[in-house]
C-alpha cells in the first residue's frame, strides 16, 4: 500500500467538514466509492516535506487564518483510468501569493504554482465521473458556495502527525456559535 505524502495544507472548520462528510456519506449511499479523507485543501504535498516549505508555512499563514475560499467550479484531475473530482476554489491574492511561494520552496512541489481545491472525490474509475459529478450536483446544497480555512497545518500521514501553522478554530467557531 502507498504512503500518502506529507502536506501543507488548509482545514475547515467542524460544522464545514461536516456538512462534506455528509456529503461523501450520501454518494456512498448512492453507490459511488467511500471517500475517507477528511476535508482540506493542499497548498503544497512532498514525500518527505522540505523544513524551508513548513518553516515559510509557519512565517506566512498566520496572518492569512482564518481565510475565505469560493467555490466557483468543478474540475477532473487525471488523465489515466484513475480520475479526481474537485471543487475549484478561489480566494485573495494574498493567499494566492502565500500559498506560491511556500509552493515553490518544496522541491517535489510544482514550482510557483497553486491550484486551489477541495478533493470531493478521489481516484474514481474514469467511466463513473460523469454520473459522480451528476450527483455531486444534486447534493450539495446550493448555500454551500464558500469554504473558510480556519487552520494550516503540516500534516504527516506515515506517522499520523499533525503539526498546526496557524490556527484561527477558537476564533471562528465562537463566531458561528453566536450566529
Known amino acids: 500500500m502507498r504512503t500518502s505524502p506529507d502536506n501543507i495544507l488548509?482545514?475547515?472548520?467542524?460544522?464545514?467538514?461536516?456538512?462534506?462528510?455528509e456529503i461523501f456519506a450520501a454518494l456512498e449511499a448512492r453507490g459511488f466509492p467511500a471517500q475517507q479523507q477528511t476535508p482540506h485543501i493542499t497548498i503544497t504535498f512532498s514525500p518527505a516535506m522540505a523544513d524551508q516549505a513548513v518553516q515559510c508555512a509557519?512565517?506566512?499563514?498566520?496572518?492569512?487564518?482564518?481565510?475565505?475560499?469560493?467555490?466557483?467550479?468543478?474540475?477532473?484531475?487525471?488523465?489515466?483510468?484513475?480520475?479526481?473530482?474537485?471543487?475549484?476554489?478561489?480566494?485573495?491574492?494574498?493567499?494566492?501569493?502565500?500559498?506560491?511561494?511556500?509552493?515553490?520552496?518544496?522541491?517535489?512541489?510544482?514550482?510557483?504554482?497553486?491550484?486551489p481545491h477541495l478533493t470531493m472525490g478521489l481516484r474514481l474509475p474514469r467511466e463513473i465521473v460523469p454520473e459522480y459529478i451528476r450527483a455531486l450536483d444534486e447534493l450539495t446544497p446550493a448555500s454551500l458556495k464558500?469554504?473558510?480555512?480556519?487552520?494550516?497545518?503540516?500534516?504527516?500521514?506515515?506517522?499520523?502527525?499533525?503539526?498546526?501553522?496557524?490556527?484561527?478554530?477558537?476564533c471562528q467557531e465562537a463566531k458561528t456559535s453566536r450566529e
Open 58 to 115: 509557519a512565517q506566512l499563514l498566520p496572518s492569512l487564518i482564518p481565510s475565505r475560499l469560493d467555490r466557483v467550479g468543478t474540475v477532473i484531475f487525471g488523465t489515466k483510468r484513475k480520475q479526481t473530482i474537485a471543487w475549484l476554489l478561489e480566494t485573495s491574492a494574498e493567499l494566492e501569493a502565500a500559498a506560491r511561494e511556500i509552493s515553490a520552496l518544496n522541491p517535489d512541489g510544482r514550482g510557483h504554482r497553486w491550484t
Open 146 to 170: 464558500e469554504l473558510t480555512a480556519i487552520r494550516a497545518a503540516l500534516w504527516k500521514p506515515s506517522s499520523q502527525e499533525l503539526t498546526v501553522l496557524a490556527d484561527a478554530s477558537s
Open 10 to 21: 488548509l482545514r475547515l472548520s467542524a460544522a464545514q467538514e461536516q456538512q462534506i462528510c
